[in-house]
Each structure stands twice: as structure tokens, then as C-alpha cells.
């Protein structure tokens, strides 16, 4: 067996024998990547042996934008108070009598005018009223015309005629009773004879008398008093008519203005009770905007006074037309009723929420910063940023008084005529530099 190629030093980590020719072939291989590896550090380290080191690149000033403040001896607090729009006029509708309903003329939706008629009850049996009673009142009318005329020149002759004929009877009986007397004392006739000439004379007599004073009644006429009373029997069935007449006026439904009908809560043949709604009638022009404000804001104001009114996002003139001089017992305001013209009014209906703004002078002195100028701080307090005149920046401390949207009213330890850094102050820290540009370089 050949042994030749085989010794003990030639055996690999884990006991492997390797050939020679893989043993040459590894020196190479070594030796060929320590020359790489040499030529690598000669190559890195040789040109800056004897260099200096580079200093490190100088900070760039970080540019900024820049507001110069002014002190400020008051300022303007806008306060926006929230109402709802409310129409001018609304009713429910509703008949002043119970009874049937027989028709209507309108329906919900639609738009009426004042006087208008929009529903009529069954009114039958107040027409068959008013005949009768009117029947009356031309009899009775027809009696005083007779009582104002005066007896007629006929009727006073068959009267006049009456009297004379009760005369010649009265001188008929007195004859009779004279002869009868007579007879009596000559025991012709018996005593009841005479008794009932005597009461035959005293009977004529008193009719005679009573012809005598229809007689004198027809000659002089109609007594005031009778005509007085016949004429209070006419009024009072006149004053019957117009009753009448106005429950007849009742039956009909009319518009008290113009507007819309908004509900209808019956139909044809419905029977109702007197004061039942019928209709809901809403007037939406002009339309008005009430407003719960507090007293102090309210004394701001004076009828006639014309403020902003915003909904949905626009914004439309109205004029205060009311101020109620008492505050609401659950919210502890004060309504104020601002009132818009119908151009202003157009597109807006009752029930949406209004808001209007108002502004009242405060006396502080401070100044006016955008918002995006603060930085918030502790305790809360807020910060800002100014840039003194070497081109740093300093921290000063605020403290916010009024604040709107895009800008506050502050006071704190600033001075007039200092640049406050107006935005981009979450990069700033104390003592950096920086560089003052213009609006237009930001935007860039």
C-alpha cells in the first residue's frame, strides 16, 4: 500500500486528511489575501498620513418669520351667541262653532292670502234661523209703520158713527125709564120693571162713554209710548239678524294673514268641537332671529341697530326690532329679536339655528399675536420667541388674554417695537441663530 503522499501534521480540524496538492493550493490562496490586504491598508492610510484633520461644517442661521408688536391699550372681544330663526306670525286655525265640515279650499303647502277663505262648515240650519227671524222682524216692522200712520180717516168715522148711534140709544133708555117711573107710581108695572129700565139706561150709558174715548183716542192719534215699544221689538230682532249673521261668517275658515299652510289635521265630513285646530298657518316673511344674550350685552344694543346674522354659513343683515325688558327665568338671558327683510330672509326657514357676533371694548393692555407665535409653556402660561439683535432668539413667557381664530391678545414680559417669531416656533430653541426673511422666501 502507497503511504507516501500521507503524514500526521496533514490532518484538517475535524480530523480530515488532505492531499499535498490541496495543502499548496491553500498557502496560495493565504497568501494571495494577505497581499490584498496589505496593498488595502497602504492604500487608505498612506496619502493622509501627515494631513490635518477637517473642522467640522459651520451651522446655517434656521430662517424665520417675523411680526413687530405694539403695545395695545384695549382690545375688541367678539362673542358669538347662538338663537334660532323663528317666523313672524303663526296660528293655529280654528273654528269659533262645532259643527260639520263640508268642504276645503286649501291644503297643506299652500301659500294664502289675508281673507282668504280655506274651509266652510255646514251652515243649514243657521240659514233656516236667520229666515225665521228675519220673518219676524219685518211683522213687527210692519206694526210700527201702522203705529207711526195713525188710525185711518175711516176707521175715526165708524167710531164717530159708533158714538151716535150709543147716543140715540142712551135717549131711548132714558125714556123708557122715565115712562116706567111713572107707571110705578101708578102701581102699573111692577117694581123689577122700573130696576130693569134703570140698568138698560146706566148700561147705554156706559158704552156711549167708552165710544166717546176710542173716539177721542183715534183723533189723537198713536201714543209716543206705543210707537217707542213697537220700535224695541224691531231692534231686538235686528240685534238677532247680526248675531246670526256673524255665526254665519263663523262657519267660514278665513286667513287672519297671508302665509303658508303648513298642517291640515281633518277632512271633509269631520264634526268638531268649537276651537279644534284645523290648520297651522306660518307667515315665513320676515322671518325673525331671537337671541338669549347676556343683560350687559343686551344694554349694548338699541332698537334699530343692524347686526350680522349667520346660518349654515351665511352671513345676512338684521335690524334688533326688540329688546324684552326681562330676563328668561331658566337660562338668565335676555331675548333680543333681530328681524330680516324678505331678500334676506330668502332660502331660510323657521327652526334653523342662527348665530351673530358681537364685539365689546375691553380696557387691557397687552398686545396682538397669531396664534401660530405661541409655544405652550407650564403652569398655563404660554411662550413666544424673540429676535434680539444679535440674531438670536430669546424666550419670553405670555400669558393669553382673548384669543380669536387666527390670532390673541396677550400681556407678559414683551416691549413695543420687538420681532416676535411668527410661526415655526416648535424648531426653535433658546439662543439659536437665525435669519430674518420676508413672507414671500417662506412661501419659496
Same mark, same amino acid.
Given at each position: 500500500?502507497?503511504?507516501?503522499?500521507?503524514?500526521?501534521?496533514?490532518?484538517?480540524?475535524?480530523?480530515?486528511?488532505?492531499?499535498?496538492?490541496?495543502?499548496?493550493?491553500?498557502?496560495?490562496?493565504?497568501?494571495?489575501?494577505?497581499?490584498?490586504?496589505?496593498?488595502?491598508?497602504?492604500? !487608505?492610510?498612506?496619502?493622509?498620513?501627515?494631513?490635518?484633520?477637517?473642522?467640522?461644517?459651520?451651522?446655517?442661521?434656521?430662517? *424665520?418669520?417675523?411680526?413687530?408688536?405694539?403695545?395695545?391699550?384695549? &382690545? %375688541?372681544?367678539?362673542?358669538?351667541?347662538?338663537?334660532?330663526?323663528?317666523?313672524?306670525?303663526?296660528?293655529?286655525?280654528?273654528?269659533?262653532?262645532?259643527?260639520?265640515?263640508?268642504?276645503?279650499?286649501?291644503?297643506? +303647502?299652500?301659500?294664502?292670502?289675508?281673507?282668504?277663505?280655506?274651509?266652510?262648515?255646514?251652515?243649514?240650519?243657521?240659514?233656516?234661523?236667520?229666515?225665521?227671524?228675519?220673518?219676524?222682524?219685518?211683522?213687527?216692522?210692519?206694526?210700527?209703520?201702522?203705529?207711526?200712520?195713525?188710525?185711518?180717516?175711516?176707521?175715526?168715522?165708524?167710531?164717530?158713527?159708533?158714538?151716535?148711534?150709543?147716543?140715540?140709544?142712551?135717549?131711548?133708555?132714558?125714556?123708557?125709564?122715565?115712562?116706567?117711573?111713572?107707571?110705578?107710581?101708578?102701581?102699573?108695572?111692577?117694581?123689577?120693571?122700573?130696576?130693569?129700565?134703570?140698568?138698560?139706561?146706566?148700561?147705554?150709558?156706559?158704552?156711549?162713554?167708552?165710544?166717546?174715548?176710542?173716539?177721542?183716542?183715534?183723533?189723537?192719534?198713536?201714543?209716543?209710548?206705543?210707537?217707542?215699544?213697537?220700535?224695541?221689538? *224691531?231692534?231686538?230682532?235686528? %240685534?238677532?239678524?247680526?248675531?246670526?249673521?256673524?255665526?254665519?261668517?263663523?262657519?267660514?275658515?278665513?286667513?287672519?294673514?297671508?302665509?303658508?299652510?303648513?298642517?291640515?289635521?281633518?277632512?271633509?265630513?269631520?264634526?268638531?268641537?268649537?276651537?279644534?285646530?284645523?290648520?297651522?298657518?306660518?307667515?315665513?316673511?320676515?322671518?325673525?332671529?331671537?337671541?338669549?344674550?347676556?343683560?350687559?350685552?343686551?344694554?349694548?344694543?338699541?332698537?334699530?341697530?343692524?347686526?350680522?346674522?349667520?346660518?349654515? +354659513?351665511?352671513?345676512?343683515?338684521?335690524?334688533?326690532?326688540?329688546?324684552?325688558?326681562?330676563?328668561?327665568?331658566?337660562?338668565?338671558?335676555?331675548?333680543?329679536?333681530?328681524?330680516?327683510?324678505?331678500? %334676506?330672509?330668502?332660502?331660510?326657514?323657521?327652526?334653523?339655528?342662527?348665530?351673530?357676533?358681537?364685539?365689546?371694548?375691553?380696557?387691557?393692555?397687552?398686545?396682538?399675536?397669531?396664534?401660530?407665535?405661541?409655544?405652550?409653556?407650564?403652569?398655563?402660561? !404660554?411662550?413666544?420667541?424673540?429676535?434680539?439683535?444679535? +440674531?438670536?432668539?430669546?424666550?419670553?413667557?405670555?400669558?393669553?388674554? &382673548?384669543?380669536?381664530?387666527?390670532?390673541?391678545? *396677550?400681556?407678559?414680559?414683551?416691549?413695543? +417695537?420687538?420681532? *416676535?417669531?411668527?410661526?415655526?416656533?416648535?424648531?426653535?430653541?433658546?439662543?439659536?441663530?437665525?435669519?430674518?426673511?420676508?413672507?414671500?422666501?417662506?412661501?419659496?
Amino acid at each position: 500500500m502507497n503511504t507516501s503522499n500521507y503524514s500526521p501534521s496533514r490532518e484538517s480540524f475535524f480530523g480530515q486528511k488532505w492531499t499535498e496538492r490541496q495543502l499548496w493550493t491553500l498557502r496560495i490562496a493565504a497568501a494571495a489575501a494577505g497581499a490584498i490586504l496589505l496593498a488595502g491598508v497602504f492604500y !487608505w492610510n498612506y496619502p493622509f498620513a501627515n494631513a490635518e484633520p477637517l473642522p467640522p461644517p459651520a451651522a446655517q442661521p434656521l430662517p *424665520v418669520e417675523v411680526v413687530a408688536i405694539e403695545s395695545q391699550n384695549s &382690545y %375688541a372681544a367678539q362673542r358669538t351667541y347662538t338663537g334660532v330663526l323663528v317666523a313672524a306670525k303663526t296660528s293655529e286655525l280654528s273654528f269659533e262653532l262645532p259643527g260639520k265640515i263640508t268642504h276645503f279650499r286649501v291644503d297643506e +303647502g299652500d301659500h294664502v292670502q289675508q281673507g282668504e277663505q280655506l274651509a266652510q262648515l255646514d251652515d243649514r240650519h243657521l240659514l233656516a234661523r236667520i229666515a225665521q227671524t228675519k220673518a219676524e222682524r219685518d211683522q213687527q216692522q210692519a206694526v210700527l209703520e201702522e203705529l207711526k200712520a195713525g188710525p185711518r180717516a175711516e176707521v175715526i168715522a165708524a167710531a164717530d158713527a159708533e158714538v151716535r148711534q150709543l147716543h140715540a140709544e142712551l135717549k131711548l133708555q132714558e125714556s123708557n125709564k122715565k115712562r116706567r117711573e111713572l107707571l110705578i107710581e101708578r102701581s102699573a108695572i111692577s117694581r123689577e120693571t122700573l130696576e130693569d129700565a134703570v140698568f138698560g139706561a146706566e148700561a147705554a150709558q156706559g158704552r156711549l162713554d167708552a165710544a166717546r174715548s176710542r173716539l177721542e183716542e183715534l183723533r189723537q192719534g198713536t201714543r209716543i209710548e206705543q210707537i217707542d215699544a213697537q220700535k224695541a221689538r *224691531v231692534a231686538g230682532l235686528e %240685534a238677532q239678524l247680526v248675531d246670526l249673521e256673524h255665526e254665519r261668517e263663523d262657519t267660514r275658515l278665513v286667513a287672519p294673514f297671508s302665509g303658508t299652510i303648513a298642517r291640515r289635521n281633518f277632512d271633509e265630513g269631520a264634526v268638531i268641537t268649537a276651537g279644534q285646530a284645523v290648520f297651522r298657518l306660518v307667515q315665513h316673511q320676515p322671518l325673525e332671529a331671537w337671541f338669549g344674550l347676556p343683560p350687559e350685552a343686551a344694554a349694548s344694543l338699541s332698537r334699530g341697530d343692524v347686526l350680522p346674522v349667520t346660518v349654515d +354659513g351665511q352671513s345676512r343683515e338684521a335690524v334688533v326690532t326688540g329688546i324684552v325688558p326681562e330676563l328668561d327665568a331658566t337660562t338668565r338671558t335676555q331675548t333680543v329679536i333681530l328681524t330680516l327683510d324678505a331678500d %334676506a330672509a330668502q332660502g331660510w326657514v323657521p327652526a334653523q339655528v342662527a348665530r351673530v357676533s358681537l364685539a365689546s371694548e375691553r380696557d387691557e393692555e397687552g398686545f396682538w399675536l397669531p396664534n401660530s407665535a405661541l409655544l405652550q409653556g407650564s403652569r398655563g402660561l !404660554w411662550s413666544v420667541y424673540v429676535v434680539e439683535e444679535a +440674531g438670536r432668539v430669546a424666550r419670553r413667557d405670555v400669558e393669553v388674554i &382673548y384669543s380669536e381664530s387666527e390670532r390673541s391678545f *396677550v400681556r407678559g414680559t414683551l416691549t413695543s +417695537g420687538e420681532r *416676535v417669531v411668527a410661526s415655526g416656533v416648535n424648531r426653535l430653541v433658546p439662543d439659536m441663530h437665525v435669519r430674518i426673511h420676508s413672507a414671500s422666501e417662506s412661501q419659496n
